[in-house]
């Protein structure tokens, strides 16, 4: 009887140098694609036809694995990188940033602790000094990079009720029976979703008719009624219109009141780099947190979410956690990711943006934002300019919403449907109010004006 042997998992053979530049060739044909190929989804039926069964005692081999991925598994699934990827929010990674993930990956960095890691966390921390400093946050401010705007959202908000907490006991106050945060009507899913994890209640604010969250609105609906109020969360670029609350005038209400004021920013706050929207943002210096997606919009592949503090020490003791075989990581002069967000084992997910801006640069970052702005601009103005086309309401970002005068959510799902088999493009429905509508999501910098009017020109 032959003993199991698990080491040539392990061992570098001939089999795996084969299998090492099959892999290696497999990326190079995928990055070498111009644009790469749409694609989409199959059917649960039609990839069970497809593909056998994979996860046997015996296995597939690496090369047949390989290719069985290339060729049916990785065809089932939509390119985000795609210049016309248009819907919920895109995926637009540098050459830099896609090419510094393999590195990571093959590095087997923990990124959780600095005694483990402290290279790759010194430059993760040199990116989110540099985001408070482009938001106005004062020198300290810091934090971690998660995985995503849920978890930045979550961490977050955990804090700032961790902080009222402790502010309310030493000063010998009740803790009200419910805690309570603030924000718009319009806000992310993420911070209902937020509010359940965390059993506290939302007081939604409304917005004006620009779709933006006020400090006077904020004032009014809170009048006379902060108690158990733990944070306001204001939007820095909505994800389905890209609009901006009044930052500041947020902030300054939140901070009269001695509340935490937190920037939910996951896809809009990158905007704060383009001169034409940076004014916008100048309201992100009053913010004790904020967060920012570079999966979305600084071009850093999937998945990464920066979550800033103003003061990290308030996240810090939010979020350590304690146990016997941690005690060796607890020293302060050390600077542990994992003790700013809900997380502990991590990998240094902000290193592929480390490695693109140190390549680029930041004027390219800045440039590459506003040239997204101004085609949203100026697609908006073809849409103006086409009688059977209307704009729900102007982009201020760089998405832009419109709707197909007569056109019902069937006529824009057939049309989606078509645009995405005929390897157009990826434009699905969306609404507003209940009414149905599209809207173009524009972070590629590889998007052009010509492709949008030909998607354009597809409404017929």
Known sequence: MTTPNGNHMHTVDLETMKLREQVFEYARRRMNYDPPPLDGPKTISQLRQEVPETVTEEGLGGLEALNLFENVLAEATISNDHPNYLSFIPCAPTEAATLFDLIVSASTIYGGSWMEGAGAVYAENQVLEWLA??????EGAGGVFVQGGTLGNLSALVAARHTATEALKASGKAVPTRWRFACSSEAHSSLKAAA??????????????????TGQALAETLEGDWDGIFAVVATGGTTNFGIVDELEEVGKVTKAHDVWFHVDGAYGIAAMLAPSTKHLFAGVALADSFIVDPHKWLFAPFDACALVYR????????????AEYLDALENPEEWNPSDYAYNLTRRPRGLPLWFSLATYGVSAYREAIEQNIQLAYKIADEIRRRPDLELVRDPQLSVVVFVKKGWTLEDYTKWSNKLLADGIGFVVPSSHKGEPNTRFAIVNPRTTYESLVQILDTMV
């Open 311 to 322: 003061d990290p020490e308030l996240g810090r003791v939010t979020h350590t956690q304690h």
């Open 133 to 138: 400093r482009e938001a106005g946050l004062p």
């Open 196 to 213: 359940r994890v965390m059993d506290v209640d939302i007081v939604p604010v409304p917005v004006n008719a620009e779709g933006r969250l």
